[in-house]
């Protein structure tokens, strides 16, 4: 990183902000980025505008990343206004627009928010932004009063001299004339004003009073709606359509052909659902019309008989497995998951002659953007995205294919050449998305160990099979490594457990399901067929599950710590009423670490219930506590309604799956207690958005084998294998 740069109203406005005057401070990141990509002209530092004060006293942050209820719009400003020393009180927050300014700084020319990654990858970035700001408002009122800036200090957006305070406001045009400092000077570490401390969120107020805007709520003059019956069927075409009757509907516009299948345009959402129904559709179902969850997971347990592409390799498995005391091997599957996020997918477009606008829950702005401008043919600079509040995300609204966004671009050009020129907002029903959108892939695992005659493990086998995520996608580079797919394997080719022999190898088969991250992406099936597995080797060997898995984490203290943690805080190994039983799990993802506890008890119909989740993390440095807490309770209600209800199957090419009604989420009544305990570290921040979902499938699993003696090893939890005869 280079250092802070002025940058003029008029570049700054260029990044499409609604910005007025005052102190407006950019970021440099690299050397070779334009300015703006409205420009064309090279710069050698590119600003990220992040901050601008107002004479009103008001701090305005821009904010890079989407805000899906994971509080980054509260803990990105704390992080300048930690640094600023501003007045909490006086924060404003904004929605950055698409510019490289923006650009995410660990995935290259691109701005996104997934995994996990908002914290970490923004702390350093912005922590200097606000610093930066504060030393050239200290040193504009060192140059008011003509003292020097050693004798002043910064305190609630107010500069205190010697015997005299100017306000942030008051400071704002002198700072704008100054040239940044070369060196930036952050706080001394000790005290913080907010960062470590619970925060209210920014976003609350808004989204009480009601005029918090999500893609849903987004309006255009004369706006009009349009739903897409697409093919029953992945990889379906329009053979031929009769819209005759749809035409006829009381506020139908048109219908209009596109890729994905046949468009009605309408005044609004009813109207043009009705027209949709009354299409008359003949379809070319295409190759996988006899698609079959049962047949497919046969055929990826005989792939699963033969070594795959090796994703790790340390010793002889082989000779170690023969050798072994005592052997043990099973296989898991997990299904294809919906995202099923409450705001159901949307995208409100205005194409023009020769302008674009979006208004779009978002996680993949750039990407996003750079479809829509593509498909209708304008340059990406004349096309532009408004990133609104998004109702979940789940990594939904970051597909890298843009196929909601595309898909409304494609609607909104037809629509132009059928001499409909309007703003069109396309909306899919929750049931368009849950049999047709892009799931969490289906996994088969076979795993084997071998235990030594003192119940050590000395040997572990795991292959893996199930669709790559980011094979031909913008990620594909970044993320696939000598032909294996990371996301993948993550979670069980890093596993810490110290074990001599390990081998993991992954078969990835081409099928046309689309799939893509799911949250807590590959570790949402390897933490599950880990933590499972391991155990079934702690029983196997006669051991306690946490004892066991302390034995094998001497080597990692971060994550015994949070073992260790969780177990006292749940009172594992003290007696609990009767029929309930513990189960324990730990597991590390994206820079995080975490130990869930589930007390459980079955009844003798099958039915599971979860009493209480005892959660604790090591995510490093924290930002704002109350967002930790609430994201470790998001992820395992998250977690916990796939594991006991969820899955996505095949039946005829179809998915037989619709709605809540038979993909359901947790209900109020099933909702355990749960407690969160972050451990104090210094480590370098982790994410919190997804790491709580991996372990509690697995801690549930454990608790249910420890009371019924019965190994889950296909999820959902289905009460009819639990039921006592």
Known sequence: MNGIVNISRRDFLKTGALLGGGLILGFSIEPERSTSEASNKPARFVPNAFIRIGADDSVTIIVNKSEMGQGVYTSLPMLVAEELEADWSKILIKPAPVDHAYDHTQWGPMQGTGGSSSVKSEWERLSKVGAAARMMLIAAAADIWKVNPD?????????????????????????????????????????????????KRLDTPDKIHGTAVFGIDAKAPEMLVAVVARSPVFGGKVKSFKADKAKVMPGVKAAVQVDTGVAVIADDFWSALQGRAALEIVWDEGPLASLDTTKQVAEYASMAQKLGAVARKEGDVDQALKTA??????????????????????CLIDLRDDSCELWVSSQLQTVDRNSAA??????????????????????????????????????AKAARQANVKRPIKVIWTREDDTMGGYYRPLWYDRIAAGLDKDGAPVAWRH???????????????????????????????DTPYAIPNILVDLHSPKIGVPVQWWRSVGHSH?????????????????????????????????????????????????????????????????????????????????????????????????????????????????????????????????????????????????????????????????????????PIAPAVCNAIFASTGKRIRSLPIRPADLKKA
């Open 463 to 493: 292959t893996i099979v199930g669709q790559s995520i980011v094979a031909g996608t913008p990620f594909e580079k970044g993320l696939m490594k000598e032909g294996i797919d990371q996301t993948s394997v993550e979670g069980a080719a």
């Open 374 to 411: 593509s498909i209708v043919g304008l340059k990406a600079e004349q096309v532009k995205l408004n990133t609104t509040y998004l109702g979940c995300g789940f990594g939904r609204k970051a597909n890298p294919h843009s196929d909601f966004v595309s898909e409304a671009a494609h609607v």
């Open 526 to 694: 390897t933490a599950f067929v880990v933590e499972s597995f391991i155990d079934e080797l702690a029983h196997a060997a006669g051991k306690d599950p946490y004892e066991f898995r302390v034995a094998l984490l001497k080597n990692h203290p971060r994550n015994l710590g949070v073992l260790k943690l969780a177990a006292e805080k749940s009172g594992w190994g003290k007696p609990l009423p009767v029929g309930h039983t513990r189960g324990i799990a730990v597991h590390e993802s994206f820079g995080s670490i975490i130990s869930q506890v589930a007390e459980v008890s079955v009844k003798p119909d099958g039915k599971v219930t979860v009493h209480k989740v005892v959660c604790a993390i090591d995510c490093g440095k924290t930002v704002n506590p109350d967002t930790i807490k609430a994201q470790m309770e998001g992820g395992i209600v998250f977690g916990l309604s796939a594991a006991l209800h969820d899955e996505i199957t095949f039946k005829n090419g179809r998915v037989e799956q619709s709605n809540f009604n038979d993909y359901p989420m947790l209900r109020m009544e099933e909702m355990p207690v749960v407690e969160v305990y972050i451990v104090d570290s210094k480590e370098a921040p982790g994410g919190v958005g997804e790491p709580g979902v991996p």
């Open 151 to 199: 004798k002043c200090r910064a305190e609630k957006s107010f500069v205190i001299g010697p015997d005299q305070r100017l306000s942030y406001g008051q400071l704002a045009e002198r700072a704008s004339t100054l040239e940044p400092p070369k060196e930036i000077v952050l706080k001394k570490t000790g005290h913080s004003e907010f960062i470590g401390k619970p925060m």
């Open 325 to 346: 005391s005592k052997q043990i091997s099973a296989e898991y599957t997990v299904p294809y998951l919906a995202h099923a996020t409450m705001e159901t997918l949307n």
